[in-house]
């Protein structure tokens, strides 16, 4: 199968299947191997992933709950009576297999040559406290990138996955999830999917030539 | 091939094979922007981003561009950037690749001004959506350049699939006040992707591994 044929399966995910389980070991090679192509700038990937399986759902529930807060406070509307008839699309963080986490990650091992560099002056944002955070960019596109590949393993094993931007950054949100210590960039819930979303005509992506434009 | 066999096959590129752009013609180039376009997912489908392509006619705007990240790096290292890599024998800036590829794609940020009949029904019920306006716009630079980085990396997939190399490039000046020689530059730009037929290759150093991935991947007991 092509590249385009994979990656045009993708669909948007309403819901996961429960009764789905992916395999550890299936899991743990999808991102492996999405670990081993992915690039990064001075080979630092400045990101962490965790991963949570179906056994930490108390997790999950308490991620989504940073979703719901996270939209009460940007729309400032009252997201239990929104919800009362119909679920947030981010509520597949609740039915997903497995839901990785995608955080900042401060470099405190740098390699042979990342260390000479430093030694000639070079200045990396990841591997300082101080200047981690005006990584966050970077670190955004990379995962980015990760994601995409791993996304495009997914569909290939049969999975689907789906991308979650709508949660809190403030860290001090994420205090009741210990692991999360560093801002968060990416929620990706892997699984089985049971139910998509509708394509709806009034909400098409943009045309074409309104995102690329050929510079003459 | 599988997705893992495509991707195994990018290569860091330190210069593109000039002599090869007629490989790439501006119809190729069209259809796997097409096809990224098609199947790279948007947060409520606005894709608040620009891909300017330069194509191998464009050798003034390639020129600027590096210009600009010659001088990025000075600034940020507080080097003189010129002096270093004149000296013979020093290996040039790996984002000299700019200079020798075919065709170098630029993405910004981009406001919606043309919003779907969704989206306006969305906000005539109190939806907020970031990406509507500049101040969200520019708040929300992390989560846009997110799905840049999933619209290149399926590019890359695209290109490599081809017998294409692609690069990516971050070590750019930010501020929009450095790109006046760009007309078309309007807003931040996030991202450099550089696409051609690879002629030099960066060796790969043991001493400059990935962290390993244990250190980056971590199953939650």
């Known amino acids: 199968m092509s590249v385009f044929e994979t990656y045009q399966k993708r669909r948007a995910v309403v819901e996961f299947d429960k009764n789905v389980i992916i395999p550890k070991g299936e899991i743990e090679t999808m991102i492996a191997r999405a670990w081993k192509v992915t690039p990064s700038k001075n080979n630092f990937m400045p990101y962490s992933i965790f991963v949570l399986g179906p056994e930490h759902q108390t997790y999950k529930e308490e991620i989504f709950q940073l979703c719901l807060s996270n939209e009460n406070r940007i729309d400032g509307t ?16 609740l039915s997903c297999s497995h839901l990785l986490v995608f955080t900042l990650r401060l470099e405190d091992k740098p390699n042979i040559f990342q260390k000479s560099a430093m030694l000639r002056g070079c200045k990396f944002e990841a591997t300082q406290e101080s200047t981690l955070q005006s990584g966050y960019s970077t670190a955004s596109l990379e995962t980015g990138m ?4 791993l996304g495009g393993l997914a569909i290939e094993n049969g999975y689907d996955v789906s991308h979650v931007l709508c949660f809190e950054r403030n860290l001090s949100c994420w205090s009741n999830i210990p692991f999360v210590t560093r801002t968060p960039i990416l929620l990706m819930p892997i699984g089985k999917a049971k139910r998509y979303k509708i394509a709806m ?16 | 091939m599988a997705i893992f066999d495509v991707y195994r096959n990018r290569r860091a590129v330190l210069d593109f094979d000039p002599t090869k752009h007629n490989l790439i013609s501006r119809v190729d180039m069209e259809h796997v922007l097409w096809q990224a376009w098609k199947c790279t997912p948007g947060k409520n489908n606005f894709m608040p981003y620009n891909v300017f392509a330069i194509g ?13 990240c010659l001088a990025n790096e000075g600034k940020a290292t507080g080097l003189d950037v010129g002096a270093k890599y004149s000296v013979p024998g020093t290996l040039q800036p790996f984002y000299g690749n700019i200079k020798t590829c075919s065709w170098l794609l630029m993405y910004t940020l981009r ?46 997939g695209l290109c490599l699939e081809q017998g294409w190399d692609v690069s990516q490039v971050l070590c750019f000046n930010r501020n929009l006040s450095t790109w006046t020689g760009l007309p078309f530059v309007k807003d931040m730009p996030v991202l450099l992707q550089p696409v051609g037929i690879g002629l030099n290759y960066k060796p790969t150093t043991s001493g400059n591994r990935r962290p390993n991935f244990p250190r980056i991947v971590k199953f939650v007991e």
């Open chain 2, 56 to 68: 191998p006619d464009r050798q003034d705007y390639k020129n600027l561009i590096f210009e600009n």
């Open chain 1, 78 to 93: 009252d997201t239990a009576l929104k919800y009362e008839d119909q679920d947030p699309f981010y509520s597949n963080i």
């Open chain 2, 111 to 156: 406001l919606e001004d043309k919003l779907n009949a969704y989206q306006k029904n969305a906000i005539a019920r109190g939806q907020n959506f970031e990406y509507a306006t500049r101040a969200g716009m520019l708040k929300s630079q992390p989560s846009i350049t997110i799905e840049v980085g999933m619209f290149c990396d399926l590019v890359g």
């Open chain 1, 201 to 216: 005509g009034s909400n098409r992506r943009p045309n074409l030539d309104r995102i690329v434009n050929f510079v003459s």
């Open chain 1, 146 to 149: 990760f994601a995409d590949i």
